[in-house]
């Protein structure tokens, strides 16, 4: 079974660091303080939709249930409103947490394959980070190849009936220097914490 959809879960399914990991992150240091009065999940437009509900997933990290939280097709649904964070009574950093997860998520590569959101993220990153700017079309393109192969070969001839139109380019927009931005984002720390 699915360990997402099973109730019961086990001592053996938790990760021992998994939690202090999170909490480790900007924003995450509150989590514990979370009383499962479930604000959160009742205001988020998204939690219809959502494998395990805010509440389920605060509840689900700080025990340490890493496969659980971050195979949920919650932290990819999440849409970054904010409603939650502002709401709890708690003041715990909901969103901050979705965003930590996302990022545990794409270090781990944990995410269901069916998802295609990391392998946008991944691929606007590395187009921003070679350019400096993102190109639309071609990162549509990227994310159709990675995606869905054939479909992508399927449209070939109407990708060639828009750009014959010019509602298509493959012009690649570029920064006229990226090497700025591109030591900047190397500085950057991969895994969410923040640098001493
Ligand atoms: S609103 Fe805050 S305190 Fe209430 S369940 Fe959600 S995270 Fe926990
Ligand atoms: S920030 Fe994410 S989890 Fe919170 S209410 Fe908005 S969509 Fe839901």
Redesign the pocket.
Known sequence: MDPIEREIRYESDRDPTFADEIRAMPGCELMDRCIQCAT?SG?????DAMELT?RRIIELTRNGFKNDVLRAN?IW?????????VECPKKIG??DI?YALKSKAIESGAYGKKFTIPILAREFYAMVKANGRVSESRLVQRLFMKTQPTRFLGMGRLGMKLMKTGRFSNKVERMRNPEGLRRALEALPTDGRKRS
Request: with cysteine; charged share 0%; glycine share 0%.
């Open positions: 959160c205001i988020c437009p998204m939690s805010p919650t649904l999440c849409t970054s409103c904010y409603q939650c964070q909901i969103t979705m």
